[in-house]
C-alpha cells in the first residue's frame, strides 16, 4: 500500500515537474513527463512528428498550442527508438539523453557546478547553471537553434568567440534530421545571409542596408518586430525583439527552403504568414548572371544593364538560360576620367561576398573612389536609413541584381560605364563639364515600362520561302481578320490561324517560345508556320492549312473513318515518329515536345501526320538529355509518370505520350470493329497482320514505367518494320496518378498533383 502511494507520489512529482530538472529528476519518455516554462509560454519533452514512426526526440514547443509547434529539437539527429529516453541532468551540469543503454544525445562543454538546474524558461531557451545563480548560463538551447528562431535568439558569426549559428531546415515536414536548407552569414566581402541548398546560395536575403536585409524588404515591413543586427567588423549577427510581446511570433527556415515571419492567431487556432523570402523567381541566387537584372513581373525575367549584352545570345534568348550574364559593350577607359554612372534605383544589392566596405565615407567619396580604382565596377550605399553612411564597392562583375516591382523598396545602384554607353542611353542627357563623372539615373518602376513596351514590338522574323511567294513574314491583324480557326491571305492562300484569347492559358512567354521554335525548325512532318502577328494585345499564329485538322476529330469521325484504313493510320504512325526523331535528334537543337497528344497532330490533304502546338516545348543543348520543372504543363494521360508527379522530363517522357498516341489509334482501330478487317486485309496484302503487332509491341514498349526501358525513337522508326516476333518484351505500363474527374486538365501544379488524398489511379488503356 505504501509503496504504491510512494509510487503514486513520485510519478505525479515527475508528471509536474515544473520547469526545471535537477541529477535527482530525470525526464523519462515512458512517464509523459514534460517540463513547462514558469509562465506557461513553453513546454519541454518527448515527442514524435510522425505518429506512424517510432523515433521520439527531445524538443521544446509552445504550450498548449494544437498543433503542436516545435521550435527546438535535441537530437534531431540521433532519435530514441521507442519509449525509453531519459533526459538528465549530471551532478556536473551536462544534459544526457539516453536510450537505457547509451547515451543518444548530450550538452557540449565541461561544466563544474556544485548544483546543477536545467531549466526551461519563458523565452522557449533551456538554460543550465548554477541553482539560484543569475549569472549567464553554462549551457543553452538558444546558441544551438534548428529551423527556428526566436525573439531573443540569434543567427550569424562572431568571429572572435568562434560562434555561428544558422537556421537548418528540418528534412521534410516529419523529419527533423538537419535538411539541405541552410541559413546563415556569409562572412566574405560585406557579410550578409544567405540561405544555401547544399553548399550553393539558394537565395541571398544580403546585407543589412540599416533598415533591413537588403534582399528581404518583405519581413521587414509588417511593424511587427524590430530586427537587431549586431554588425562589428566581419562579424554579423542577427536577431530580433517583439514590438508587441503578447504577440505569439517565430522566424522559420521551411524544409521547402522558404523563410518565414509568422503570427499566431488564438481565434482561429493557426499561423498566420506575415512575410516570406523567396517570394517570386527573382530571389532564387543568380537567376540573371553577372550584370544581369531580373524583373518578377516582366517577361523575360531577365536584362541586362544598361550598356551591357548577353554573353551568350543563344542561351539568354532562346534557352531562358540567363546565368551567364551580360558583357558591357564598351571597355572602361579607367585612366581618362570620363567614365560614368548609371544609377539603378529600386534594386537589391548585388552579392557582397566579393565587394568591400568603407565605413565612413559618403557617396560622393564613394564615387571618386570608384573611379580612382580601374577594377571598381559598381558602388552603392552601404546604409540607407537617415543619418547612415557608409558605402560598399563591388570589384567584380555584380550579381544577383533583383529590380523591386515596388517603388517602396530597394536602393540605388551606381553601375560604372564607358562615356560612348552613357552618351548612348541617354542622347538628350547633356554632359555635365562641372562635374567629373555624369550619372544617368533610372528606376525599375521605369524599366517595367520600357520591358512591357519592348515585348509588345517584339515581332519575329520568320523564315522566308521562295517556293511559296505568298507567305510573308509579318501581317498586320486587318490582313488577316478571320473569326474561326482559318482564314485567307489577300493572295488567297488558305492559312490556318491560333488566335490566343488574352485570358488563353498560353502565356506571352509560351506564345514567344513557340514562335522562336518553330521558325527555326523545317520538317515534313512538323507543321510550317507561315507568319504570326502580335498587335494590339491579339496574338496570332499563322499555319499552312491543314485539311483533315487534328487526328482525334479525324479518328473519331464517322466520314473520315473511311480514309482511316489500316495503311493510312500505319503512315500517320510512321510519320509521327518521323517528325519526333527530328525534334529529338535530328535538328539544331534536342527539342522536347512536352505536350504530344492526339489533338497537337495535324493532317494536311494527304493525311501527312504533322506535329503542331510547341506552346510547351523546351529546347536543350547539344548534350542535356533532361529536364526538371516544378510547373508541370501538358495533358494528363499523355504524361509519363515521372513527369506528372516529379516534373522530370526528357525525350523519353515524350516517346511515352507518342506511346499513347500509338495505342490510340490502335484501339480506335479496335472499337470500330476493323479486327475482323484486318484480318481480310492480312489475307489480301503483304503481312499487315505483322505490322499490327509490331505497333503495338512497340506502343507498349514505348509507354513502360521506367524512361530507360523505353526505346528513342530512332529505335522506334526500326523497330515499326521489324517483325514483332523480333521485338524485346514489354514490361507492365506506367501508371498515371490523375486529379480525380478531369483528365484533361492543362495546367495543374506539381503540388496539386503530388497531393495524394484524393488520388485515382488510371490505367493506361487508350482512352
Ligand atoms: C536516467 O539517467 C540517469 C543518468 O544518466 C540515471 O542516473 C537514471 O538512473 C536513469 N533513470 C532511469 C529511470 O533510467
Ligand atoms: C538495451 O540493450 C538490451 C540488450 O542488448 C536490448 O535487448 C534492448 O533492446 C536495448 N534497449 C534499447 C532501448 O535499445
Ligand atoms: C563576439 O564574441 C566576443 C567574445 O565572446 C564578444 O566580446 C563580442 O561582443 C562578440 N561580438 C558580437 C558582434 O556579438
Ligand atoms: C550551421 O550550423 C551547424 C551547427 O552549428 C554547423 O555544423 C554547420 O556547419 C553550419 N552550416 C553553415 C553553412 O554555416
Ligand atoms: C512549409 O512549407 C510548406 C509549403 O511549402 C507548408 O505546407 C508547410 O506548412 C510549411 N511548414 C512550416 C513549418 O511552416
Ligand atoms: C585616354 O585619352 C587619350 C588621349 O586623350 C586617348 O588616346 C586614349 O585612347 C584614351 N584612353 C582610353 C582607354 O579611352
Ligand atoms: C583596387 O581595388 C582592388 C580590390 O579592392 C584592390 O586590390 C586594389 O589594390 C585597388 N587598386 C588601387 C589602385 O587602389
Ligand atoms: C545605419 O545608420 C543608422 C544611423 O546612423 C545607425 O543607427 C545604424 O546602426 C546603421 N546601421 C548599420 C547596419 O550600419
Known amino acids: 500500500m505504501v509503496r504504491r502511494a510512494l509510487l503514486l507520489l513520485f510519478l505525479i512529482a515527475v508528471c509536474f515537474a515544473g520547469d526545471n530538472l535537477t541529477p535527482d529528476e530525470p525526464l523519462l519518455d515512458a512517464s509523459d513527463a514534460t517540463l513547462i516554462s514558469s509562465g506557461d509560454k513553453f513546454e519541454l519533452g518527448f515527442f514524435s512528428p510522425d505518429p506512424t514512426s517510432p523515433n521520439r526526440y527531445v524538443g521544446i514547443w509552445f504550450y498548449n498550442m494544437a498543433p503542436q509547434t516545435v521550435v527546438w529539437v535535441a537530437n534531431r539527429r540521433t532519435p530514441v527508438v521507442g519509449r525509453s ?14 536510450d537505457g543503454n547509451s547515451t543518444i544525445w548530450s550538452s557540449s562543454g565541461s561544466p563544474a557546478l556544485a548544483n546543477p538546474v536545467a531549466r ?41 568567440s568562434g560562434r555561428r549559428a544558422n537556421l537548418t531546415a528540418w528534412r521534410t515536414a516529419v523529419d527533423p534530421s538537419p535538411g539541405d536548407f541552410v541559413m546563415g552569414v556569409d562572412w566574405r566581402g560585406v557579410p550578409q545571409m544567405v540561405v544555401w541548398r547544399g553548399t550553393q546560395p539558394y537565395w541571398r536575403a544580403g546585407p543589412s542596408n540599416g533598415l533591413y ?18 554588425i562589428d567588423g566581419r562579424d554579423f549577427l542577427l536577431g530580433y525583439t517583439l514590438r508587441n510581446p503578447s504577440i505569439t511570433t517565430r522566424i522559420t527556415l521551411n524544409y521547402s527552403g522558404l523563410n518565414q515571419i509568422q503570427t499566431w492567431v488564438d481565434g482561429s487556432q493557426a499561423w498566420n504568414v506575415r512575410g516570406y523570402v523567396p517570394l517570386d523567381p527573382c530571389d532564387y541566387y543568380g537567376t540573371c548572371g553577372p550584370y544581369g537584372v531580373c524583373y518578377p513581373n516582366t517577361s523575360p525575367l531577365c536584362q541586362c544593364l544598361p550598356g551591357f549584352h548577353p554573353e551568350n545570345e543563344h542561351n539568354w534568348d532562346l534557352l531562358r538560360d540567363w546565368s551567364d550574364g551580360c558583357l558591357r559593350n564598351t571597355n572602361l577607359d579607367c585612366r581618362n576620367g570620363t567614365d560614368g554612372f548609371f544609377k539603378q534605383s529600386g534594386v537589391k544589392l548585388p552579392d557582397t561576398s566579393t565587394a568591400e566596405l568603407y565605413e565612413s565615407i559618403n557617396l560622393d567619396e564613394c564615387e571618386t573612389r570608384c573611379l580612382s580604382n580601374c577594377s571598381c565596377a559598381a558602388y552603392a550605399s552601404a546604409n540607407i536609413s537617415s543619418g547612415g553612411s557608409g558605402c560598399i564597392i563591388w570589384t567584380a562583375a555584380p550579381t544577383d541584381i533583383k529590380c523591386f516591382s515596388d517603388s517602396g523598396s530597394g536602393q540605388d545602384l551606381y553601375i560604372r560605364l564607358a562615356a560612348a554607353d552613357m552618351i548612348a542611353i541617354s542622347e538628350s542627357s547633356k554632359s555635365n563639364r562641372g562635374r567629373q563623372a555624369m550619372i544617368i539615373s533610372v528606376s525599375c518602376a521605369g524599366i517595367f515600362l520600357a520591358a512591357l513596351v519592348a515585348s509588345v514590338l517584339l515581332i519575329r522574323k520568320m523564315r522566308r520561302s521562295t517556293a511559296n511567294p505568298t507567305s510573308s513574314d509579318l501581317f498586320f491583324y486587318s490582313t488577316i481578320s478571320s473569326h474561326n480557326n482559318r482564314g485567307s491571305l489577300r493572295e488567297g492562300q488558305e492559312i490556318a490561324v491560333k488566335r490566343l484569347s488574352k485570358t488563353s492559358a498560353q502565356g506571352a512567354d509560351e506564345f514567344k517560345n513557340e514562335v522562336m521554335l518553330i521558325a527555326k525548325l523545317q ?37 473520315n473513318r473511311l480514309l482511316a484504313d489500316w495503311q493510312t493510320r500505319y503512315n500517320i504512325i510512321v510519320g509521327i515518329a518521323r517528325g519526333l526523331l527530328y525534334l529529338h535528334h535530328d535538328s539544331r537543337y534536342r527539342i522536347i515536345h512536352r505536350d504530344l497528344k492526339l489533338s497537337n497532330i495535324l493532317l494536311d490533304k494527304d493525311l501527312t ?25 501538358g495533358t494528363y494521360g499523355y504524361m509519363s509518370p515521372e513527369y506528372a508527379m516529379d516534373g522530370i522530363f526528357s525525350i523519353k517522357s515524350d516517346v511515352f505520350s507518342f506511346g499513347v498516341i500509338m495505342l490510340e489509334i490502335l484501339w480506335s482501330l479496335w472499337k470500330e470493329d476493323k479486327a475482323l478487317e484486318l484480318v481480310d486485309d492480312s489475307l489480301a496484302q503483304s503481312f499487315p497482320i505483322n505490322e499490327v503487332l509490331a505497333c503495338i509491341k512497340v506502343g507498349l514498349l514505348c509507354v513502360q514505367e521506367r524512361p530507360e526501358d523505353r526505346p528513342t525513337m530512332s529505335s522506334v522508326l526500326l523497330m515499326l518494320s521489324s517483325d514483332a516476333s523480333m521485338l524485346p518484351e514489354p514490361k507492365p ?8 474527374p478531369s483528365e484533361t486538365d492543362t495546367s495543374t501544379s506539381k503540388g496539386d498533383s503530388l497531393t ?9 488503356d487508350g482512352r
Open 523 to 559: 520538317h515534313r512532318n512538323l507543321v510550317r508556320l507561315l507568319g504570326c502577328c502580335i498587335q494590339a494585345g491579339e496574338r496570332i499564329l499563322m499555319y499552312e492549312y491543314m485539311p483533315h485538322g487534328s487526328l482525334d476529330t479525324f479518328l473519331f469521325d464517322i466520314e
Open 120 to 160: 526551461l524558461l519563458d523565452t522557449g531557451n533551456f538554460v543550465v547553471g548554477e541553482t539560484g545563480s543569475s549569472g549567464s548560463p553554462t549551457w543553452q538551447s538558444f546558441d544551438l537553434p534548428t529551423d527556428t528562431l526566436l525573439p531573443g535568439m540569434q543567427i550569424g558569426i562572431n568571429l572572435t
Open 756 to 764: 495524394r488524398n484524393h488520388l485515382s489511379i488510371t490505367v493506361l
Open 609 to 633: 501526320p504533322k506535329i503542331s502546338d510547341f506552346g510547351m516545348a523546351r529546347i536543350f543543348g547539344g548534350d542535356e538529355m533532361m529536364g526538371n520543372t516544378t510547373k508541370v504543363v
Open 213 to 230: 536585409l537588403s534582399g528581404a524588404p518583405q519581413m521587414y515591413t509588417e511593424n511587427l518586430v524590430d530586427y537587431q543586427y549586431t
Open 733 to 740: 505500363p506506367g501508371f498515371v496518378v490523375t486529379k480525380e
Open 85 to 98: 529516453g531519459n533526459l538528465s541532468v549530471t551532478s556536473a551540469g551536462m544534459l544526457i539523453l539516453s
